[in-house]
């Protein structure tokens, strides 16, 4: 099974900072099949990324991905309050595992 | 628009068994792959089971395998996850999830808004 290893466990910023979220997998992901989910408090998961840089659609172009093999990275250029929530990543290449999840709170 | 609407949830006894479906609208539900992934109270998500678009294909996360059955009647539009031998740590909230595709390789574009399943004695 592909472990999936997000950091840091929680992001403490502010409105208008950029936000680094790290997924790194204990293989290779096949085909870079990873992506990125948003959920708020009391909602469902929201897909943000496929396919490690792919943006889904109606997501708006602050968030970012990218990386490839073991390393990931979802980028938010521009803290938006909306975009406090907890954040996950997914490879689906081999089976399907979800990292643990990185908080990005309000500082 | 699409919709997931998942019902079935509840409390159960340790041992017991429950059926969860998902009511799928608003796309080709015969196309896509679809999937339940889970969620214990104040963790991070766990993925359950999916199903390629024929239904033809399974598949389960080890603590799944076994117990738990997922299966799709497309002339109905809806999933299901019967659910045997519960154990108290498959307590969750567990989602319906639509596949971006109808096979490999696929994430999880839509998703409905979750049932509570309670195991406890």
């Known amino acids: 099974e592909i472990v999936l290893t997000q950091s840091p466990g929680t992001l403490s910023l502010s409105p208008g900072e950029r936000a680094t979220l790290s997924c790194r997998a204990s293989?290779?992901?096949?085909?870079?099949?990873l992506a990125w989910y948003q959920q708020k408090p009391g909602q469902a998961p929201r897909l943000l990324i496929y396919?490690?840089?792919s943006r889904a659609a109606g997501i708006p172009d602050r968030f970012s991905g990218s990386g490839s093999g073991t390393d990931f990275t979802l980028t938010i250029s521009r803290l938006e309050p909306e975009d406090f929530a907890v954040y996950y990543c997914?490879?689906?290449?081999?089976?399907?595992?979800f990292g643990q999840g990185t908080k990005v709170e309000i500082k | 628009e699409v919709q997931l609407v998942e019902s079935g949830g509840g409390l159960v006894q340790p041992g017991g068994s429950l059926r969860l479906s998902c009511a799928a609208s608003g796309f080709t539900f015969a196309s896509y792959a679809m999937g339940w992934v889970r969620q214990a109270p104040g963790k991070g998500l766990e993925w359950v089971s999916a199903i390629i678009d024929s239904g033809g294909n399974t598949y389960y996360t080890d603590s799944a395998r076994g117990r738990f059955t997922i299966s799709r009647d497309n002339s109905k539009n809806t999933l299901y996850l019967q659910m045997n031998s519960l154990r108290v740590e498959d307590t969750a909230i567990y989602y319906c999830?639509?596949?971006?595709?109808?096979?490999?390789?696929?994430?999880?574009?839509?998703w409905g808004q979750g049932t509570l399943v309670t195991v406890s004695s």
């Open positions: 293989q290779s992901v096949t085909n870079n099949n």
């Open positions: 396919g490690a840089s």
């Open positions: 997914q490879q689906y290449g081999t089976s399907r595992t």
């Open positions: 999830a639509k596949g971006s595709r109808g096979v490999w390789p696929y994430c999880f574009d839509c």
